[in-house]
Nanobody
Framework: QVQLVESGGGLVQAGGRLRLSCAAS????????MGWYRQAPGKQRELVAY???????TYEDSVKGRFTISRDNAKNTVYLQMNSLKPENTAVYYC???????????????WGKGTLVTVSS
């Protein structure tokens, strides 16, 4: 019923930039929080940033000042602008969102399949 599809990953040199996008589609009544997580090889998935509807974004400490999360509510899309990338930012980046499906009164968490970001030194 609901899909999240990420795009924008790729290979970039240290110091470079990438912009990730994640579009939600399906029978969507409303979207509350949208966010980005990442999972580096051999590590657990961790929160990168999230943004509530009409609220203030929150960032993981190591990305503050370098990454910016934003969303286009009309397009059900969340973005992650990543600047000054470092090799340690290499990971699969996952989008997630708290979505209320049409006809339901409660939200559920949905995940995208991820997009790989590789930062070379």
């Amino acid at each position: 019923q609901v899909q999240l599809v990420e795009s924008g990953g790729g290979l970039v040199q240290a110091g470079g930039r990438l912009r990730l996008s994640c579009a939600a589609s399906g029978s969507i009544a409303s979207i509350n929080v949208m966010g980005w997580y990442r999972q580096a090889p051999g590590k657990q998935r961790e929160l990168v940033a999230y943004i509530p509807t009409g609220g203030t974004p929150t960032y993981e400490d190591s990305v503050k000042g370098r990454f910016t999360i934003s969303r286009d509510n009309a397009k059900n899309t969340v973005y992650l602008q990543m600047n000054s990338l470092k090799p340690e930012n290499t990971a699969v980046y996952y989008c997630n969102a708290a979505i209320v499906v049409t006809g339901y009164h409660y939200g559920m968490i949905y995940w995208g399949k991820g997009t790989l970001v590789t930062v070379s030194s």
